[in-house]
């Protein structure tokens, strides 16, 4: 097993801190994981107000507010004591007793003098900036260790500008922006919430830590083993099965991991060797692996932790992020798994030998279709207990839930006690089959309710039941797996009546202490690369750094939206491949996702900013298998035996499907269930999903036989008809009617309520002077004239001839952001509505979904005629 060591020992030094520095160290090391998960699950709870009101001690309930200080001390003193910086692996020299002291220092320093800090807010004393001062250093260092230098060269640069760029004419002209001294900066990164303990940080603190801790729990009591052998008992006897098991296994783990190197030797330790077994290269069954993890942080609801700092970005509940990147997840892990297919079909593969019946891929399906409508069913018939019971009991139906909770855990691990229990199977051994799905997938469905208390809690809304926060799902999750945790093991024993109950309980409560300790260290990264990412956003806030890039890449694309979209793409590929997603996607999304957001306008398409993060957001997760960088790689080629940077290009080149989502993100918003129905989506899932099946065998270069260079051909066709149906349309029929002068006006009345309409609005730019125009939707929510309905949402307009003036938008009103801080209203050219532009009827896009299902059903009628073999 010295690959699968090796492939550990690299998780180790890229994720949780690979030291290992004797008795003491590691003692310590354990001691502070624990208090770290500990100080989480207490903080999460309601027991610190408890504990405040009935002691009337109110440093309980404020210590939740001073959290982020305490989280990032954890972190530092962790990185400071896990990841060695010199190479000093078995020992902690002197110069880290030094950091870990500084760090924790300077972080509790907030905690401890937080009411002399707020009384002189802004005016920093000379050991407000030493501390600061020192907390940065720290920080820097402790990023450098656990996560290299790319995040600590780029927080470098932006505090240099924040320094330095004063000095430049160029910046000043473009930002206003005249330097900062040391004092005002170290104030603005470290003593308030602006800098280092901002949004990312704070988001890590209350939610990140929380998911990532349900994650470890549940690997470590044995629910990603689960995981793997289910998808092994289900996928692993078709063509290719070990290779579309770890598709399955790893989507499955990559739910609640946030870590695509972890998810690739999680998964990977097993089924690497089973994939080289019926067939694939090293290279093949490790970038099947690579691919598979990293489109993990796809899949809800962890996503790598961006999900949450979705929420706060883009101010959207969570739920409503769920619902957005849910589909594109899916369609992706189905390509990934037709991708699969059909290397097994062209290397001519066969899957594993499993006793008993096999299982068919229309069975597979039927019993995935099953497990859906069993979920709902479950849903609907909870939601409509506790409908009955409010009545009785109002706003206390939760105890007799929890009651038939138990009941339901008590049941499934007694029949879990029926079967042998599961164990890791070894993938090199001689004899290798698929499982049994029955006894597989009963010997661990308990491991699930867990799962559904979190998407229950997350989810569930109805007249009675309000959804719980995200932090608050994750801590009830969390305990219902820290039950889950203590108890199957001796439960089962107890079914059984074997005499090892005590034995059992230990190894339960092993369990337990292993899965506080593994989410500590999984969060050590993630901790300073929040703080080191709030470096980043606080230096755009001081200095206003995102208008010197904008500028930049706008310049560089020409205002053109699709070389801008590239530009991105290729700046998130980039820079993911020296930042983790999270950091990546802070950095990214940051500076990128308002210039995408202007120039669409500007071109007059309106782009949701959700769907601006999520493409920066997607582009930074491939960058996690992109050579020669691409950590994932090196993980699986570990255990594969085969090169990484081979793997790497492979894993790429599997997951490239993926990197034609985001752009479809930007032009066909349905695919994100924007303002899309019930009946829709499952439309839209169909017709996407088509689109990326067919796309996958161009990329593949094989369908139901090996592809001709025209039938590639008219198979990207037929994948642009179904991906975006309005781009014909628009050029057979015009889109919108435009309206001017008093005619807009006229316009803007006549429209019903409800119903959209484009403004268009010219103005000088606020910097430079020159005259820009840019878009807004307008959607009366009742009846009036023109005038009324644009003074309704803040838009003061005064007819002059046949031009119509606008007045610059108050503070709070709906455009007062996009408008007022991008154009000058008092500059010599004057601001004015130049048109309004009114949706004509046409018939709908959907039209051309016909050509495109004829030109692919006679593609695969000439290719069926050259098949050599099933094509499923």
């Not at 889950?484 to 059992?504: D, M, Y």
Request: glycine share 8%; proline share 5%; net charge negative.
């Amino acid at each position: 097993m010295t690959d699968t060591k090796t492939a550990e020992d690299m998780v180790a030094e890229a994720d949780t801190g690979a030291r290992q520095a004797g008795a003491f160290a590691n003692t310590l090391i354990f001691a502070l994981c624990i208090t770290w998960s500990l100080f989480q699950l207490y903080i999460a709870s309601k027991l610190p107000g408890v504990l405040a009101q009935t002691t009337g001690v109110s440093m309980f309930a404020n210590i939740v507010a001073q959290a982020r200080f305490v989280h990032l001390a954890f972190a530092l003193a962790l990185a400071t004591l896990a990841f060695p910086i010199f190479g000093h692996r078995d020992r902690i020299p002197l110069y880290d007793w030094v950091l870990f002291f500084a760090g924790i220092a300077a972080c509790l320093y907030l905690v401890i003098f937080r009411f002399e800090i707020a009384s002189r807010p802004g005016l920093w004393s000379t050991t407000d900036i030493v501390m600061s001062a020192i907390g940065m250093v720290v920080l820097m260092i402790a990023v450098y260790r656990s996560l290299g230098l790319p995040l600590v060269i780029i927080a470098s640069l932006f505090l240099a500008l924040a320094f330095f760029g004063g000095y430049s004419e160029w910046i000043g002209s473009i930002t206003n922006y005249g330097g900062s001294s040391f004092s005002k900066a170290m104030g603005h990164y470290w003593m308030q919430t602006e800098g280092v303990f901002g949004v990312a940080l704070g988001v890590s603190t209350t939610m990140i830590f929380l998911f990532v801790l349900f994650g470890a729990l549940l690997e470590k009591a044995g629910g990603g083993n689960w995981f793997i052998k289910v998808a092994i008992s289900l996928l692993g006897t078709l063509r290719g099965g070990p290779a579309k098991a770890a598709v399955l296994s790893s989507m499955m783990t990559g739910m609640i991991s946030g870590s695509s190197i972890a998810n690739t030797v999680t998964t990977g330790t097993f089924t690497i060797p089973l994939m080289k077994r019926i067939g694939f290269s090293p290279e093949k069954a490790g970038a099947v692996e690579v691919a598979s993890s990293t489109n993990g942080q796809l899949t809800p609801p962890v996503m790598g932790a961006a999900a949450f700092l979705m929420v706060e970005y883009v101010n959207i509940p969570y739920i409503e992020v769920i619902k957005h990147a849910f589909l594109p997840a899916v369609i992706s892990y189905i390509a990934l798994l037709y991708i699969v297919h059909l290397e097994s079909l062209k290397l001519r593969l066969e899957g594993l030998q499993k006793p008993g019946r096999h299982i068919g891929i229309l069975l597979i399906l039927i019993l995935f279709l099953t497990g859906f409508i069993a979920m709902a069913a479950i849903t609907f018939l909870v939601v409509m207990f506790r409908a009955a019971l409010e009545p009785m009991m109002p706003g206390a139906t939760v105890y007799p839930t929890l009651v038939l909770l138990g009941i339901a855990y008590l049941a499934l691990v007694y029949l879990a006690s029926r079967f042998p229990d599961l164990k890791v199977d070894d993938p090199n051994a001689k004899a290798v089959s698929a499982p049994r799905l029955t006894p597989t997938f009963l010997g661990g469905a308990y491991f699930a309710l867990p799962i559904f208390v979190l998407v229950w809690n997350l989810m569930v809304r109805t007249e009675h039941l309000d959804r719980l926060s995200p932090a608050l799902s994750a801590f009830w999750a969390t305990i219902a797996m820290i039950i889950v945790a203590l108890t199957h093991r001796p439960l089962k024993a107890i079914f059984r009546g074997e005499s090892e109950i005590a034995n059992q309980t230990v190894a339960g409560f092993q369990d337990f202490v292993d899965g506080l300790v593994s989410g500590a260290r999984n969060m050590i990264g993630i901790g300073v690369a929040t703080g080191a990412a709030g470096i980043i956003v606080g230096t755009i806030s001081l200095t206003g750094a995102h208008q010197i890039i904008g500028q930049v890449i706008e310049t560089i694309s020409g205002g053109n939206l699709i070389i801008l979209l590239v530009l991105v793409a290729v700046l998130s590929l980039i820079l993911g491949m020296g930042l983790p997603t999270t950091a990546n996607y802070i950095v990214v999304s940051s500076l990128m996702a308002p210039v995408i957001v202007s120039v669409g306008a500007q071109s007059g398409l309106i782009v949701p900013l959700i769907a601006v993060h999520m493409f920066v957001f997607y582009f930074g997760i491939l960058a996690d298998d992109t050579p020669p960088v691409g950590l994932a790689a090196y993980a699986a080629a570990a255990i594969s035996r085969g090169d990484p940077i081979k793997t790497g290009v492979q894993g790429f080149a599997y997951d490239i499907r993926t990197a034609l989502l985001p752009f479809m993100f930007i032009f066909n918003t349905d695919l994100l269930l924007i303002d899309v129905g019930p009946l829709k989506a499952v439309f839209v899932f169909f017709v996407s999903l088509v689109a990326m099946l067919v796309f996958a065998a161009v990329t593949q270069g094989y369908f139901f036989a090996k592809n001709r260079a025209w039938e590639a051909v008219v198979m990207m066709l037929v994948v642009f008809l179904l991906f975006r149906p309005g781009f014909f349309l628009d050029r057979w029929q015009e889109p919108y009617t435009s309206y001017s002068g008093p005619a807009a006006i006229e316009a803007m009345g006549n429209i019903p309520v409800g119903t959209d309409a484009r403004v268009t609005v010219s103005a000088p730019d606020f910097d430079t002077g020159i005259v820009g125009s840019t878009t807004i939707v307008v959607t009366p929510d009742a009846e009036g004239s023109g005038i009324d309905r644009l003074q309704a949402v803040g838009l003061t307009v005064m007819e002059e001839g046949d031009m119509l003036l606008l007045e610059e938008p108050f503070p709070g009103t709906p455009f007062f952001e996009t408008l007022a801080n991008e154009y000058d209203f008092y500059g010599d050219a004057p601001a004015q509505i130049e048109a309004v532009q009114i949706e004509n009827d046409r018939m709908p896009k959907e039209i051309f979904f016909i050509p495109a299902f004829i030109l692919l059903l006679i593609i695969i009628g000439l290719q069926s005629r050259r098949m050599t073999q099933p094509a499923f």
